[in-house]
Nanobody
Framework: QVQLVESGGGSVQSGGSLRLSCAAS????????MAWFRQAPEKERERVAT???????TYAASVEGRFTIVRDNAKHSSYLQMNSLKPEDTAMYYC?????????????????????WGQGTQVTVSS
């Protein structure tokens, strides 16, 4: 049973930084994609960033150049470093991961189906 636990959310002023962490359990290898999504009130869920086991990454245009996703395969963890935060980044942030599959070790993780989700961590950016 795969489980994901996020931490690191909070409140920050515009221009500030936060680092989110996600710890996965239940995997025996690194052949899965990891991602961060976010959802603001009354808005659709948005895929923010993804990474495969080789740390090949994809980003939403809205965060490109400001956010960085990093995976630590040894710890089955991913991290989202968020810099230059804006009020429009305010949302609930979710860590997600795919089921294990050999091709996911090196594949583009941008369009994958994410099967496992964390409980979410709130990020609030004030102007």
């Amino acid at each position: 049973q795969v489980q994901l636990v996020e931490s690191g959310g909070g409140s920050v002023q515009s221009g500030g930084s936060l680092r989110l962490s996600c710890a996965a359990s239940g995997y025996t290898d690194s052949n899965y994609c990891m991602a961060w999504f976010r959802q603001a009130p009354e808005k659709e869920r948005e895929r923010v960033a993804t990474a495969n086991a080789l740390n090949d990454k994809t980003y939403a245009a809205s965060v490109e150049g400001r956010f960085t996703i990093v995976r630590d395969n040894a710890k089955h963890s991913s991290y989202l470093q968020m810099n230059s935060l804006k009020p429009e980044d305010t949302a609930m942030y979710y860590c997600a991961a795919t089921r294990p599959y050999y091709a996911y070790y090196t594949s583009d993780c941008g369009g994958r189906e994410y099967n496992y989700w964390g409980q979410g961590t709130q990020v609030t950016v004030s102007s």
